[in-house]
């Protein structure tokens, strides 16, 4: 039997444009030290001083914790940030998502996928064929939240990724925020890359290939970022889709493989 957990949830943003924000899954005992941590690193993010901080804490009821595994990784070995988009707009394609929608959602998330060309503060819904969104707020988007890695899976992944460099939190929060879209319904692929403008890495994850990894998918300084989620649309149910990426809480007890690196040359 676990101890009660609970949902601990941080966002930070400026007037209008989002700065940060975090979530974990964690027992009662450790809630305080990790929401000194997320108060930190709202005010020392490199995206700029907010405005607001908002934390939220819920009690999860024991019952409704799924537990899964996290995707594989791979890395792509791109030189630069134009070899960079090559190699995710084919990991796109390989994975089903369309020319067209791969286009308009590399172009959205370049130019800044909320309105006035602003980062948007959750992600895209992007239709796999038409390149629609499908989103009902295209400044928020969807925020996927309730998720985390389980203490083993933590130690697992930190021991898997020993040496390589890569055992960031970056990494960390998003291979659970993929893994927990990787579950859900319908799901072709999902396009990332950092909004912190030290961060250029991003990623594209889909069911087959699990979570790939591009070194360079923006230029360091730029402070524009996002996701995108795409989908069938002949399985797409809004409301359905945004109570399990909001609310389900997902809990990832085992770690995937970690693959060798791959070479790509544009
Ligand atoms: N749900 C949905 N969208 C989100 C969420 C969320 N919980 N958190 C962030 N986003 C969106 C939002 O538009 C952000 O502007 C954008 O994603 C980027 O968020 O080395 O750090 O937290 O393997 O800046 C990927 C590569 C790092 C890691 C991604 O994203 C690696 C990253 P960030
Ligand atoms: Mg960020």
Redesign the pocket.
Known sequence: MMSQLFSIRMRAAQSSE?I????RIAPAEELAAIATSMIARALEHPRGNPASIRLAIDALPAASLCTASLPD?T?VLVPDVHAGRIAARAELRRAGVSEVAADAAINALTSG??PGGR?????MLVDAESGERLESDPAR?????RMDLSPAASVALTSALQGSG?D?T??R???A?AGKVLLSPGMVAEL?????PD?T???VASPERG?V?F?H?KEKGDHR???AFFYQRRDFNLAALTAF?ENEPVLFTRIGRIQGDEEFFA
């Not at 980062?119 to 992600?123: E, K």
């Not at 990332?192 to 912190?196: G, H, I, L, R, Y």
């Open positions: 989002h940060s924000g975090a979530e990784i890395t996928a909320a980062v948007m503060r959750g992600a988007g969807i925020r996927v939240s890569r960031t970056h990494l929060e998003a291979l925020l990332c890359w950092s909004d912190d961060y890495a991003g990623y979570y990894r070194p998918l970022g996002g996701r990426l």
